[in-house]
């Protein structure tokens, strides 16, 4: 069976089968993508299928799938029970627009989001800083995100980051962990997230992302 693009079904799989409860006090998420504000220039800025690394199959999302996506990057589901608090993304202003590129021999993904905010991505470094640990319930499940931060990737853009992150069920059950590498970049109110998924213990595909970021990052410059 073909592996399907993330966007298209992970979020039903995120949280699915894991049980437990939620320590501390977690609150529902403030401020998390519960609808895609549309904006037909932002979504002519992300690559052309053509400009995928070789192996890669990409389609371009509908408009529901696209925000479905984003909430698999982040890993927190709309509406979910996010400890700390502090921790949840923050919506854009518009956007988000997704491309995803399937490698069904490997299992894994390379997802180009966009969308427009008027959040510097400094801030959303400090806050990442501060979340390297972050616990969340949906509808009665659990998982655990875990993000490291990377050295920024150097490239023409106002600023840059990278994280790698994983997003674990509490059932701890085999294929329930998702592995994440992403590179993030800003030029204006445009922030561009670049990831590489992939639900083994395989090394990211580094090649394919960094090729994949920085034509992102300069069609986005160009405009």
């Known amino acids: 069976m073909p592996f399907r693009p993330v966007g298209i079904a992970l979020s039903a799989i995120v949280l699915a089968g894991c049980g437990g409860t939620v320590s501390g006090h977690p609150q529902a998420s403030q401020g998390l993508i519960t609808a895609v504000?549309?904006?037909?220039?932002?979504?002519?800025?992300l690559p052309?299928?053509?400009?995928?690394p070789a192996?890669?199959?990409?389609?371009?999302?509908?408009?529901d799938a696209a925000g479905q996506a984003a909430s698999d990057?982040?890993?927190?589901?709309?509406g979910a029970m996010i400890d700390p608090a502090t921790c949840a993304p923050q919506a854009p202003t518009a956007g988000p627009v997704v491309v995803v590129g399937t490698d069904d021999a490997a299992r894994a993904t390379l997802t180009v989001e966009l969308v427009r905010t008027d959040q510097k991505l400094s801030v959303l470094r400090d806050q990442l800083q501060r979340c390297?640990?972050?616990?969340?319930g949906h509808g009665g499940?659990?998982?655990?995100?875990?993000?490291?931060?990377?050295?920024?990737?150097p490239l023409d853009a106002d600023d840059t980051l990278a994280l790698r992150r994983s997003v674990r069920s509490e059932n701890g059950s085999a294929g329930m962990t998702r592995n994440m590498q992403t590179l993030l970049g800003q030029i204006g109110d445009?922030?561009?997230n670049v990831t590489y998924m992939s639900f083994t213990d395989?090394?990211?595909?580094?090649?394919?992302?960094?090729?994949?970021?920085?034509?992102?990052?300069?069609?986005?410059r160009k405009g």
Do not use: C, H
């Open 55 to 63: 192996r890669y199959a990409a389609v371009t999302l509908p408009v």
């Open 37 to 45: 504000q549309t904006d037909s220039g932002l979504a002519r800025l």
């Open 132 to 136: 390297g640990t972050v616990r969340v």
């Open 190 to 192: 445009v922030r561009i």
């Open 202 to 220: 395989a090394k990211a595909d580094a090649q394919a992302l960094d090729s994949l970021f920085t034509t992102a990052v300069g069609k986005v």
């Open 141 to 153: 499940t659990t998982a655990t995100i875990t993000t490291e931060m990377d050295p920024p990737p």
């Open 73 to 78: 990057l982040d890993g927190v589901l709309p």
């Open 48 to 52: 052309d299928s053509s400009q995928f």
